[in-house]
């Protein structure tokens, strides 16, 4: 098991509550406004997501290497990227949605939500990674 002091819990447990009431309006409005099969607010969400995880794990290296409190680093990682990223992001609904895309028969759509959600956020990732080394290389 892993031990977290109690700031850290906090961290997380306020990261999560905020990424999963975020997701939660987010999806929302996207499901508003593109109604249809596809389901592009777990999309959205899930890249988004995967994109600001690269760019927090790039800025907790970052302030590591710049000696920044250990506190500090800590925020990033557990508020900001397990918290709020991982409270926002959601592949469990989005692999429920490529399964109920299947079943109804439009196993087009379930297939490009299943490989176009892995190769979206994989970019996506990268992409934040980039943009983090791009910012904390004018740091170091």
Do not use: K
Not at 47 to 70: C, E, K, P
Not at 86 to 100: H, W
Request: proline share 1%; with cysteine; aromatic share 8%.
């Amino acid at each position: 098991m892993i031990h977290l002091p109690a700031l850290d819990l906090l961290f997380f447990a306020v990261g999560g509550g905020l990424g999963a009431a975020a997701r939660f309006v987010v999806d929302g409005e996207i499901r508003s406004r593109h109604r249809g099969g596809f389901p592009w607010g777990t999309v959205v969400v899930n890249v988004t997501g995967s994109f600001l995880i690269g760019l927090f794990s790039t800025l907790a290296a970052t302030l590591t290497r710049l000696a920044v409190a250990d506190d500090v680093a800590a925020l990033v990682q557990y508020s900001l990227m397990v918290g709020l990223c991982g409270g926002f992001t959601t592949f469990s609904t989005s692999t429920v949605e490529s399964v109920r895309l299947a079943q109804s028969g439009r196993l087009h759509l379930a297939l490009g939500n299943t490989l176009g959600t892995l190769v979206a956020t994989v970019v996506a990732v990268a992409l934040g990674i980039g943009v983090g080394t791009a910012v904390g290389s004018l740091f170091l």
